[in-house]
């Protein structure tokens, strides 16, 4: 069982570029999530969808977009980069039933780098 | 403004003995409260949770406390373990964690030393 896959893992852009980073999930999981984790930050979150079709802004959207054409990806989507994006990127999951509410399963994270 | 801090960036432990890492909320509503891992170039993982109905939850080595009218939870770790060494976040959720979003602290670093 995969889990949660994000591809790719590390990527090295130029300040205006544009790149989008892929999150799929084999759990069935209605909701997904994209969080950056920065020195000191913590995990803060990007954009999340509770459903296929669906998306909502988190605590730090600015600067990218999101889509979840169908249930089992969701794509973080950075249209002209900047170097304030340089972080590590994390895409997470959780079913909505209740007894495991909460818990989120995690991919490995992708280290995006913009010069 | 943080709603989560965890105010120590960093704690060292000898093996064997016991970690404790503490964690503050501002929010009230908040009702659960979960506790997740993570090594480094990996993703965070799922450790320990708790109700905001309960005051204790235990599972194995790892026990969390809940003092909701200090507004501050705490998780034991013993014995601990050079494995162990590891960034913990703790985390808040409102609606029992079925609905809305998981809020992070900042992370606490813990290096258990052999």
């Known amino acids: 069982n995969a889990g949660v896959t994000q591809t790719p893992k590390f990527r090295v852009l130029k300040t205006g570029q544009s790149m989008t980073l892929l999150c799929a999930q084999d759990?069935?999981?209605?909701?997904m999530y994209w969080y950056r984790q920065d020195p000191g930050m913590g995990l803060r979150l990007i954009h999340y969808s509770v459903g296929e079709g669906t998306t909502a802004k988190g605590e730090v959207p600015d600067g990218y977009n999101v889509s979840r054409l169908k249930k089992q990806n969701f794509l973080l989507g950075l249209e002209s980069a900047a170097p304030s994006q340089t972080s590590v990127y994390f895409c997470?999951?959780?079913?909505?039933?209740?007894?495991?509410?909460?818990?989120?399963?995690f991919g490995e994270g992708s280290r995006l780098t913009v010069l | 403004d943080q709603q989560v801090k965890q105010n120590s960036p960093s704690l060292s432990v000898q093996e064997g003995r016991i970690s404790i890492l503490n964690c503050d909320y501002t929010n009230s509503m908040f009702d659960y409260f979960l506790w997740y891992k993570k090594y480094p170039a990996e993703g965070p993982t799922f450790l320990i949770s708790i109700s905001s109905i309960k005051d204790k939850n235990e599972d194995g080595r790892f026990t969390v406390f809940l003092n909701k009218s200090a507004k501050h939870l705490s998780l034991h770790i013993v014995p601990s373990q050079p494995g162990d060494s590891a960034v913990y976040f703790c985390?808040?959720?409102?609606?029992?964690?079925?609905?809305?979003?998981?809020?992070f602290g900042k992370g606490t670093k813990l290096s258990v030393k052999p």
């Open positions: 759990m069935n999981h209605e909701y």
């Open positions: 997470a999951s959780r079913e909505i039933a209740r007894g495991r509410a909460g818990e989120l399963f």
């Open positions: 985390a808040a959720s409102e609606y029992g964690g079925s609905q809305g979003n998981l809020i």
